[in-house]
């Protein structure tokens, strides 16, 4: 099992920038590719990046490629999610996920790829 508590959202004007820290509980953290995803009032839940569990594979929505960048600390089991050059359109509440399976070999955009989630934090950007 694998508890997830994020933290560091907050509003911020567009333009700006905010860090979203991702603290887990369990054994096998570091055996398992994390995700941050984003929910926005009336629409559905969407991918905004993934880590894998070893060698630092990215993975990133294109509306926040070259925004945001993923990392990981195995050693401290949290997982974070630099956001610079905040948009009005990012605001959401954002999730990060841990892989349901162990050691997989690519990362997965797929919200049924993940099995343990965190309770989200609000990030809102003012224009």
């Known amino acids: 099992q694998v508890q997830l508590r994020e933290s560091g959202g907050g509003l911020v004007q567009a333009g700006g920038s905010l860090r979203l820290s991702c603290a887990a509980s369990?054994?096998?953290?570091?055996?398992?590719?994390m995700g941050w995803f984003r929910q926005a009032p009336g629409k559905e839940r969407e991918f905004v990046a993934a880590?894998?569990?070893?060698?630092?594979?990215?993975s990133y929505a294109d509306s926040v490629k070259g925004r945001f960048t993923i990392s990981r600390d195995n050693a401290k089991n949290t997982v974070y999610l630099q956001m610079n050059s905040l948009k009005p359109e990012d605001t959401a509440v954002y999730y990060c996920?841990?892989?349901?399976?162990?050691?997989?070999?690519?990362?997965?955009?797929?919200?049924?790829?993940?099995?343990?989630w965190g309770q989200g934090t609000q990030v809102t950007v003012s224009s």
């Open positions: 996920a841990a892989d349901r399976e162990v050691t997989r070999l690519y990362v997965s955009p797929d919200l049924s790829s993940y099995d343990y």
């Open positions: 880590i894998s569990w070893i060698a630092g594979r990215t």
């Open positions: 369990g054994r096998t953290f570091s055996s398992r590719a």
